[in-house]
């Protein structure tokens, strides 16, 4: 894959972003925390104008690796879990490696970027790359994301230290207490909602499934109300990556809409753009397009909509 273009926001940017800005379907903001090493981690939001603020510089005296990040009404979730950059070992390739010294802890900073209203919570020691959404309940905060027992300890070229699995971390902003509840116990990675439900209470999450030997294969339909899941096969040696949720026009519903995922169709090598009904999940694919390439495992992030203005080509 060759890059298209780079942007800096028209200058805002100070220094480098993320691949997981999420989008507030309340004000039209993305949010971002980015790390890298000679940069505090910074939370930054991303007005509709494509103007980037840094709105906050959060001073650690480690460098966590922050992959993706999650917001609420009130708060941006700041996760500090111990990978760490590890400059002793800056030749290498990945100097980002499970940091045995650090224990694991989550920030709830507050929206307004106030770094010293900041409040952090004991977290169990793993990894989380990606967040499935957040949200406020009273004093309480709700956090469900997908958990990795550990990460880039033994095997430097991971993910690949035990299966991730779906839970749901409870903050009491009150006692400061954090409790953490399993909802799915399946192996399961890339996370995706209806972003409209970003930040707010929500039902329905979606996910690839993490097989043995992080072998990916069908996609999941979480009812987290239900405590249930659905799961959509796509056929032998057929594996999803991130399928992601796409609004029908005027839904009502919150899984009114489409999932499209890219599935590596292992017998031809080559990808498909598999597109699922969200309320049909486990039935029959609405349309397979079928793609003259493989497209690289992995391949995810942010996909925005072409009706934000235009960035200037850098
Ligand atoms: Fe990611």
Redesign the pocket.
């Known amino acids: 894959m060759e890059s298209v273009a780079r942007a800096d926001f028209n200058g805002t940017l100070e220094a480098g972003f993320t ?2 800005p999420k989008f507030d379907p309340l004000t039209g903001e993305h949010h971002a925390l980015t790390y890298e090493p000679g940069q505090p981690v910074r939370y930054i939001s991303l007005d509709q104008n494509g103007r980037a603020t840094t709105k906050a510089r959060i001073n650690l005296p480690h460098i966590p690796l922050i ?2 990040m999650a917001f609420t009404a009130s708060f941006i979730v700041i996760p500090d879990l111990p990978v760490t950059f590890q400059p002793e070992r800056s030749e290498a390739k990945f100097p980002w490696l499970w940091d045995a010294r650090r224990d694991a802890r989550i920030g709830l900073l507050p929206r307004d970027g106030d770094v010293t209203a900041l409040q952090w919570f004991e977290a169990p020691r793993c990894f989380v ?2 967040f499935v959404n957040a949200y406020d309940d009273g004093d309480l905060t709700l956090i469900d994301l997908v958990r990795h027992p550990r990460m880039f300890d033994r095997d430097h070229n991971g993910p690949n230290e035990g299966a991730p699995t779906l839970v749901r971390w409870t903050l009491d902003r009150r006692s400061g207490q954090l409790s953490e509840t399993l909802l799915d116990d399946h192996g399961t990675e ?1 996370p995706r909602i209806n972003d409209r439900f970003g930040g707010q209470s929500y039902r329905f999450g979606y996910t690839a499934h993490w097989g043995r030997d992080v072998r990916f294969g069908p996609a999941m339909k979480h009812d987290m109300l239900r405590g249930t899941t659905e799961i959509h096969h796509y056929g032998p040696d057929r594996m999803t990556l ?1 399928p992601i949720f796409v609004r029908k026009p005027d839904a009502l519903a919150e899984d009114e809409g489409w999932i499209m995922s890219y599935v590596y169709d292992a017998a031809r090598n080559l990808s498909d753009v598999v597109i699922l009904d969200a309320q049909d999940f486990a039935g029959e694919p609405v349309a397979t397009i079928h793609l003259p390439v493989r497209v690289p495992f ?1 391949f ?2 942010e996909w925005i909509a072409d009706d934000i203005p235009e960035l200037p080509a850098a």
């Open positions: 691949g997981h992959h993706d790359f990606h890339f991130e992995g995810h992030g």
